[in-house]
């Protein structure tokens, strides 16, 4: 609506306390366990086999092998994480341990045979795969007749502005295309996956991790600063991690801003396993 003078300086301070108040009240924004409860549903017997497509530190992979009783293979492209990863199963339990492995691998190459797996998790990982088409159909490659892929991702709406969006994933590794919600249905149209739900997240895990945490605010913070006083950052960090900084925290901001929205695409390769 226009602005309109009696509305906003007597009409609307009548209701802005308890506006205010009603904004308080938290909505129960589903928090990142709902994946594990999506894998929950699929209710795969123990042993089953998945992947975890870029499984990072493994944390992931460790939980489907705890909570499921899943054999779990984490592929990562980057030697670091799969270092990290094999140092934290040492410390974990024998029969957890035993469950999950660590090799090299993108999610267009999982460096498995075909047919041979129940699940393919793939959590924060779309958007930097420069064809998700191919993505999505190494998935169903992998897959058994009847396996699922349960996929995250952040994706772009549209109240990100064009430049934002333009410096934002050049810093933080996006292919723009790929986080076009467009071009991800089209990739599973194409890989021959069936559709077996898209949950629109949209802001939901950024209010959950500003209830508990405070992650928003504190991201919001440090973005003020950063941009109140560059030069001290960069001269402390240099150029490189100032940028990288900014961008983490510019995506904590537009995902709390509805400038990004979570995603869960979960699939299903046809037929009878």
Not at 29 to 49: A, F, G, K
Not at 68 to 87: M, S, W, Y
Not at 136 to 149: K, N, Q, S, T, Y
Not at 249 to 271: E, I, S, T
């Amino acid at each position: 609506m226009a602005w309109d003078r009696e509305f906003f300086y007597d009409t609307y301070p009548r209701v802005e306390e308890a506006f205010a108040a009603r904004l308080d009240e938290s909505l129960a924004p589903r928090d990142p366990s709902v994946l594990l409860q999506v894998v929950r549903e699929l209710d795969l017997p123990p042993d089953s086999r998945a992947v975890d497509v870029g499984c990072g530190e493994g944390a992931y992979a460790f939980r489907l092998a705890t909570h499921f009783g899943l054999r779990v293979l984490g592929i990562d492209p980057v030697q670091r994480h799969l270092d990290l990863a094999r140092e934290a199963r040492r410390d974990l339990a024998p029969d957890i341990a035993s469950r999950v492995s660590f090799e090299r691998g993108t999610a267009t190459s999982v460096p498995v045979r075909d047919g041979s797996l129940d699940l393919v998790w793939c959590r924060d990982v779309m958007v930097h795969v420069e064809s998700p088409a191919e993505a999505f159909a190494e998935a169903a490659r992998v897959l058994r007749p009847g396996g699922h892929v349960v996929s995250y991702q952040v994706v772009a709406t549209d109240l990100l502005g064009r430049e934002e969006g333009a410096w934002l994933f050049d810093v933080m590794g996006v292919v723009p295309s790929s986080a076009d919600p467009a071009v991800l249905d089209d990739a599973v149209a194409r890989s021959g996956l069936e559709v077996v739900a898209t949950l629109d997240l949209a802001a939901e895990w950024g209010e959950w991790s500003e209830e508990q945490e405070g992650a928003g605010s504190r991201a919001l913070l440090h973005l003020a600063r950063l941009l109140r006083d560059p030069d001290r950052y960069r001269a402390e960090f240099g150029d490189a991690a100032y940028d990288v900084m900014l961008g983490d925290c510019r995506w904590h901001v537009y995902r709390m801003a509805g400038k990004l929205a979570g995603r869960v695409d979960v699939l299903r390769r046809p037929g009878r396993g």
